[in-house]
């Protein structure tokens, strides 16, 4: 009886000792696979100075094309031809604005501007896609949208976000401003803390036809591991709030320029102003596409498809300042170089050299009283010294944030 037992224990471990073996190599044979379907996708690797890693992904296959309405996408390219009449293929906008034409700007003052880091050259083919700090960090944008469209400073609409910059609610089809970077700090690994742009079709009441495109600089904990100022893109449709890569949505054509990269150098207190140059524009295909950069380095486009209003214009402009994160209401931290606007320069963050592109694709300065300020935190964060320059419009942001609300 019990010799019985003893042989029904050893069948019963030995059919468990078959199973793992054989689930051991399904598993081995699931990882190769999914290692050969990654070599084909990503054809190089690299890693930056400062411990960034990115997939060099070919252009056809990059995240962006998961997205259902992009799946049959083809790629917009544009054929140029010179004096010797050879005909090139560049991916690149149908139209430019009047004062970008084909990359050039009227904007050269490059001494001092802030750049992304580390020269990451992705071969032939292929373009950077950051491996993000974390896959799913925190995204809201409901309440920059909802101050921006609203203007509607009450006690309620502060929650976790603040502003403190200028909106424009005029019909706009592009914009460029050169903003200051700096470092500042942020008390929670979700909190994101920079200066930004955003073109806005639609209005928070009407929150599934609100759709917007935005870029800028970010402190970012949760999406970079660290408390460097990077380069970040987001847009939104409806309630699909997207910021870089984390869900599909923006076409990267270019090989070299890193979204979600380190900017370099920053803004000093009392020291050296430095500045992120950002160009967002339509293009005759409706196509919203962006540039960074004095000289108007091409870094892809949304395509119109994506989004039902924007597709023809935005409604409203924002430039300037935001907090945003789980501790902002109760702890604000400092925004821009952490000092009022009524400091100036050298002291407090500043938006400079801003145009909007019009309906017949011209970019101009617009007219100063066209614009409203936006400062929800008047304790906290203000606006100030608002002018028109020869090269656009320009004005102060920022504060210490700390403030009782």
């Not at 034409?101 to 501007?113: A, M």
């Not at 910059?165 to 500042?184: E, F, K, N, Q």
Request: proline share 5%; glycine share 10%; charged share 20%.
């Amino acid at each position: 009886m019990v010799l019985g037992e003893q042989k029904k224990i050893l069948l019963v471990l030995c059919l468990v000792t078959i199973c793992c073996a054989r689930a051991e190599r399904n598993m081995k044979e699931l990882k190769k696979q999914a290692m050969t379907h990654n070599e084909k996708q990503v054809a190089k690797a690299i890693q930056t100075e400062d411990g960034d890693i990115f997939d060099c992904v070919d252009i056809k296959s990059q995240p962006t094309f998961d997205h259902p309405v992009l799946r049959n996408h083809t790629i917009q390219i544009h054929s140029i031809s010179n004096a010797s009449r050879e005909v090139f293929i560049q991916m690149e906008p149908t139209s430019f604005p009047t004062d970008v034409g084909n990359g050039s700007s009227t904007l050269q003052d490059t001494k001092f501007e802030s750049t992304i880091r580390s020269v990451v050259s992705c071969p032939s083919g292929t373009v950077p896609i950051w491996r993000s700090g974390h896959e799913h960090p925190r995204v809201n944008l409901k309440e920059l949208i909802q101050k921006i469209s609203t203007r509607n400073m009450t006690q309620s609409l502060v929650q976790h976000n603040s502003v403190a910059g200028l909106s424009r609610g005029v019909d706009i089809y592009g914009t460029r401003v050169s903003i200051s970077v700096y470092a500042p700090e942020t008390w929670g690994t979700q909190d994101k803390n920079g200066g930004l742009t955003t073109i806005v079709n639609g209005n928070y009441y009407d929150k599934a036809q609100t759709n917007a495109v935005g870029a800028g600089w970010f402190v970012w904990q949760d999406a970079g591991g660290d408390k460097a100022a990077r380069f970040h893109i987001f847009s939104a449709n409806g309630d699909k709030q997207c910021w870089d890569f984390q869900c599909p949505g923006f076409v990267l054509t270019n090989s070299a320029i890193r979204i979600g990269g380190r900017l370099s150098p920053i803004s000093r207190y009392k020291g050296m102003q430095y500045d992120l140059t950002t160009y967002i524009f339509r293009d005759l295909n409706g196509n919203w596409w962006l540039t960074v950069g004095a000289n108007n380095g091409i870094v892809g486009y949304w395509p119109s498809s994506l989004f039902p209003t924007l597709k023809n214009k935005g409604t409203i402009g924002y430039w300037g300042g935001m907090v945003d994160g789980p501790t902002v209401r109760v702890r604000p931290p400092p925004m821009g170089s952490g000092h009022f606007a009524s400091e100036g320069d050298g002291k407090a963050a500043y938006c400079r050299n801003i145009k909007v592109v019009t309906a017949d694709n011209k970019a101009v300065i617009p007219w100063s009283f066209e614009f409203e300020t936006i400062a929800d935190r008047p304790r906290c964060y203000t606006v100030g010294n608002r002018a028109s320059e020869k090269d656009g419009i320009y004005f102060n942001w920022g504060g210490p944030g700390q403030c009782i609300l």
